[in-house]
């Protein structure tokens, strides 16, 4: 499967906002600079982590999410053992779709999510249980 770029994204999404009144993309004629807007980092290849203004953009297109919690600790991998940085940086590699890393609060406890904006991936990750399994199981079929 060949994955759409980043301007790919752009331009998907602007086309979305060209009817939304709200839109305050309307008049952005560099779509260079929404990368790096959008984007956490503007080169191609480097993972399709979204910046907060990133994902406003897709909310605002309507475009189709799913809020995945990162579940419980597993006995194979936890917060511990995998270094944030590495974490981030396997996301970018195995995570083949546009993606936000969030908090949120779930009884005053902080909860943290992905929220994926590919159907396939979200199935995947909810089949294995938590996105460390899943990172795993894709990680051992290289």
Do not use: C
Request: hydrophobic share 35%; charged share 25%.
């Amino acid at each position: 499967m060949i994955y759409p770029n980043k301007l790919e994204y752009v331009n998907k999404v602007l086309q979305e906002l060209q009817s939304n009144p709200d839109n305050p993309w309307r008049n952005h004629t560099d779509k260079e600079k929404l990368i790096f807007e959008w984007f956490i980092t503007a080169r191609q290849g480097d993972g399709l982590r979204l910046t907060d203004a990133g994902v406003n953009a897709f909310k605002l297109a309507n475009i189709e999410h799913y809020d995945i919690e990162f579940g419980k600790k597993t006995n194979r991998m936890s917060y511990a053992t995998l270094a944030w940085q590495k974490f981030i940086l396997e996301l970018n590699d195995k995570i083949r779709s546009p993606y936000y890393v969030g908090i949120k609060l779930v009884d005053n406890n902080k909860q943290p999510y992905i929220r994926l904006y590919d159907e396939k991936i979200a199935m995947m990750l909810t089949l294995y249980g938590d996105i460390h399994s899943y990172l795993e199981s894709v990680r051992s079929t290289k």
